[in-house]
């Protein structure tokens, strides 16, 4: 997991980009998540590690 901080990727094919710059606690139901910081809208969240392997990378 730690391979994909730093990486740049996008919410599917046209959506916006975000940044993984962490690791962050399970999800509720024990799911591992990494911290995404959203470029355009300057915002954090936990996104789960198995969405953030299928969405594509940007550049």
Do not use: C, K, W
Request: proline content about 8%; charged content about 25%; glycine content about 14%.
């Amino acid at each position: 997991m730690g391979s994909l901080i730093g990486s740049v990727r996008r919410f599917g094919l046209d959506g916006p980009p975000y940044e993984v710059t962490g690791i962050a606690d399970a999800g509720p139901a024990g799911e591992a998540r990494m911290r995404i910081h959203l470029l355009e809208s300057n915002e954090d969240a936990d996104y789960p590690v198995e969405d953030i392997l299928t969405d594509p990378t940007d550049g």
